[in-house]
């Protein structure tokens, strides 16, 4: 049985997948704080965690118990498939003048929250940050312009796709 996960899939609701979020406003299939679920699974048990736009709501801290807790669970070849903004695609169009200052204000804090107080950003990564972070765990690392999310746009958010393969790591671009 192959097993998606959608974790802080807000209105990104997707078929196949099991759609994770904190806010039952949005609809998901369960109503939990995703880390904690992802923490929970089994050892080798998903093949697929999707998470757009939703590491940059985890503290640092958080977001590297994600990324590992995350490999855990995965099967072998699984993957882990993440993407958010790029804070220094963000400071070069902000300095090209090409961003507005409140888009720039919104990719780096995030949108309104309304009664969620947990919908802020906590955290900004550039691209090699978060390639830095996921090299950490995984053997494989894939950077694509490529965006897969409703809500993401190439220009701002970055694309990566994690894959566990066996115990060595090495990195590819």
């Known amino acids: ?64 118990v994600f990324v590992v807790a995350s490999r855990r669970v995965l099967k072998p070849g699984g993957k882990l498939i993440i993407e958010c903004p790029d804070i220094a695609k963000v ?25 969620n107080t947990n919908y802020g950003h906590k955290w900004g990564y550039s691209s090699a940050s978060m390639r830095g972070l996921l090299l950490e765990t995984f053997n494989e690392v894939l950077e694509s312009n490529t965006m897969s999310s409703p809500s993401s746009v190439a220009e701002r958010d970055f694309h990566f796709e994690a894959i566990k393969k066996g115990f060595h790591l090495e990195a590819t671009k």
Request: proline letters at 3%; aromatic letters at 8%.
């Open 1 to 64: 049985m192959v097993v998606k996960i959608n974790v802080g899939s807000g209105d990104n609701y997707l078929e196949g997948y099991v759609n994770i979020d904190a806010q039952a406003s949005k609809n998901p299939d369960v109503v939990v704080d995703a880390l904690l679920y992802i923490k929970e699974l089994e050892d080798n048990s998903v093949d697929e965690i999707l998470a757009e736009q939703f590491v940059e709501h985890l503290s640092p801290a958080d977001a590297h």
């Open 91 to 115: 400071a070069i169009a902000f300095a090209e003048r090409r961003t507005p200052f409140w888009r720039l204000l919104q990719s780096c804090f995030g949108g309104e929250g309304g009664a």
